[in-house]
Every structure is written in structure tokens, then in C-alpha cells.
């Protein structure tokens, strides 16, 4: 595969902050995997929570949500590797304010339907 062009821009930052960017990129993903975990989860194992429309919508949403949270990653790190390279600021995140709102639409449902099911 060949090297992007940005990755030839501007200075070399220290290893330290390209691996803690990294770390953080990791980080991300395995917060991916736990949603798509919940999401198959939700599908193959809450067979007593009902409705169970809402329940596979919970799922679906949850899916997606780890899809876009995967690509999410990958352009945070970007974009934060090209802020290094630039001696410039890191630039705002679309995805924490995302993933705090599925976060708490989940949950809410969830504490819906486990409300409804008792």
C-alpha cells in the first residue's frame, strides 16, 4: 500500500504523541466492538425483552453506530496526525458528542423495555 500523501507534510512529530494517537485509534475501536457486541446481544440473546420490533431496532442502531464509529476513528486519527505534523491545533471531534447520544438513547430504551417486560 502506498504511503499517503500527508504523511509527507510538515515535520515529524515525537513517536510519543504518534503512539498515544494510536492508543487513542485502539481505543475507539474496541469501543466499536463492544456496540456491535451489544448489538448481537440485543439480537440473539434479550428474548424476553418485548417488544420485540424495538429490541432489533435497538440492535440495528447499535450496528451501525459501531460502523460509524470505526470510520470515525480512522478520521480523528488523521486528522490529528496531520494537526501534529503542522505544529497546529487538534481539530474538534463530531464523534464524542455521537457516541454520548447513542449512548444515552440506548440506555433509555433499554430501561424502557426493561420497565415494560417486568
Known sequence: MREPSWRRD???PDYRFTLANERTFLAWIRTALALLAGAVLLDQFATALEPRVVVLVLAVVLAIAAAVLSVGAYTRWRANEIAMRRNG???FSW???LISAIGLLAAAVLAA???VTS
Open 10 to 12: 510538515g515535520e515529524h
Open 89 to 91: 491545533p487538534l481539530p
Open 95 to 97: 464523534v464524542l458528542p
Open 113 to 115: 423495555l426493561f420497565l
